[in-house]
């Protein structure tokens, strides 16, 4: 998709920022809606499909982490939270929920931006042409390399924007050790160990969907002083 093309929810409890992100947003071409609590944002997300949510953490009631684990229940969409909070682990927290990305406020709207579209970038495009699929055996998992689908026998394996990428990133090498500073720089993040360590949530997550037993990780392993690697069969 054009990131132009992209409908947008803003979940934050302050009027203010609510507006003016939706303003700045819109500027920028999106088509933007706007909640004013987690529990405003789920009726919203009821009746309505997105392609990414920006998501505050700190909001009465409900909190943005609590949120993403709920819409991860039943929906991939790309999520991008906004906290507060410059603790890495209040971060890791908001990654093992679910959420693609984070920004510590307070933050420039155009780092924001790029953020939006980084993410959406990242979402796999399904082409109209029926290509001859190039396919990837992982025990019972078969990833499309082409289509960036994941199924599991009839069924298809929900992935979000970073799984998707990652997948992206070691079908493409399979075999080969990829380091998790050379995976931080595919995915288009800031370098640093923050970043890295937010790396090794997301494979953790990856493995949940690729592995019988994650914590014995067959197919998505670990090389020592290398990074991790996709053994397909």
């Known amino acids: 998709m054009r990131d132009a093309d992209a409908h947008l929810l803003i979940v934050d409890d ?3 920022i609510r507006g003016l992100l939706q303003k700045f947003l819109i500027r920028n071409g999106f088509l933007v809606s706007a909640a004013r609590d ?3 944002a789920r ?3 009821s009746g309505l499909d997105f392609d990414l949510i920006v998501l505050d953490v700190m909001m009465p009631g409900e909190d943005g982490i609590s949120l993403t684990r709920a819409i991860r229940e039943t929906s991939q969409t790309p999520i991008l939270l906004l906290t507060a909070r410059a603790e890495t ?3 890791i927290k908001g990654l093992e929920a679910g959420a693609d990305d984070y920004l510590a406020k307070p933050f420039e709207p155009k780092e924001l931006l790029l953020r939006i579209n980084a993410i959406l ?3 796999p495009e399904i082409g109209a042409e ?3 699929p190039k396919l990837l055996t992982l025990g019972p998992i078969r990833y499309d390399i082409e289509r960036g689908e994941m199924w599991k026998g009839d069924d298809l394996v929900r992935l979000t924007a970073t799984e998707s990428q990652l997948m992206r990133i070691f079908s493409a090498k399979p075999g080969e ?3 998790r500073a050379k995976l931080v720089e595919d995915l288009g993040r800031d370098k640093g160990q923050a970043q890295e360590r937010a790396v090794d949530v997301q494979i953790t997550r990856l493995r949940r969907k690729l592995e019988a037993d ?3 990780p067959r197919y998505l392993q670990t090389v020592r002083g290398a990074g991790y690697m996709l053994a397909p069969d």
Do not use: F, T, W, Y
Request: proline share 8%; aromatic share 0%.
């Open 38 to 40: 987690a529990g405003h």
């Open 214 to 216: 994650p914590k014995s």
């Open 121 to 123: 970038r990242r979402m």
């Open 14 to 16: 302050d009027e203010r």
């Open 89 to 91: 682990e209040d971060r």
């Open 43 to 45: 009726r919203i997300l």
């Open 177 to 179: 050790p990829i380091s």
């Open 130 to 132: 029926a290509a001859a």
